[in-house]
């Protein structure tokens, strides 16, 4: 858990949440020349500006965690995609199988969103949050950031190769910026373990 709020152990306990998701093909197949090569967390994941959402009547976003890509959907269409990083995988205790500290299943945005966060008790924090659920307790944010503001480095490396939050999902800096500006309240966002 990492949203901005320091939650006790109580509150802060890992939501159980599962759902069947539909992988397609067309999601890893998407990715086209408009995606920004090298990965660079400092500029937008796509080369392209970001949709103009008032054209958009069916708005919803897709995680993918294994493939570090957050999308965001018209209906069936792809309409964006970015680089993103989830939760870390550990080992379930009860299953014995690998799991990420990110939940899986359907949220909806929420209405806590804002510039930047620090959270004490990791000693880390992020910029451009929205959150999905628990109320400050999952978000969309930044890579993260140190205690002093500045961004971590090594964290920000990962950005769309390989997980490393304790349960947020990781966006590049213009990424997140754009979705804590843009992504309305009750939009639809699917957390997929694929």
Not at 138 to 156: I, M, Q, R, W
Request: proline share 4%.
């Amino acid at each position: 858990m990492y949203g901005h709020l320091n939650r006790s152990s109580a509150t802060s306990s890992m939501v159980s949440t599962t759902a069947k998701s539909k992988a397609t093909a067309k999601d890893s197949s998407s990715e086209d020349s408009n995606m920004r090569t090298p990965i660079d967390w400092q500029k937008s994941s796509e080369t392209i500006p970001y949709p103009d959402l008032s054209k958009v009547k069916d708005l919803w976003v897709k995680v993918s965690l294994k493939g570090n890509r957050t999308y965001l959907y018209d209906g069936s269409k792809i309409i964006y995609t970015m680089y993103s990083s989830g939760g870390v995988y550990q080992k379930d205790a009860k299953t014995g199988k690998m799991k990420s500290a990110t939940p899986t299943g359907t949220f909806y945005v929420q209405a806590e969103r804002g510039d930047s966060f620090f959270n004490q008790e990791l000693g880390e924090g992020a910029n451009y949050y929205v959150s999905w659920l628990n109320h400050g307790e999952y978000l969309f944010h930044s890579v993260p950031t140190k205690a002093d503001g500045s961004y971590n480095l090594k964290e920000a490396a990962k950005l769309g190769k390989s997980t490393g939050s304790h349960g947020c999902i990781r966006l590049s800096v213009p990424d997140a910026k754009w979705m804590e500006q843009n992504l309305p309240e009750g939009t639809k966002v699917v957390i997929a373990d694929n």
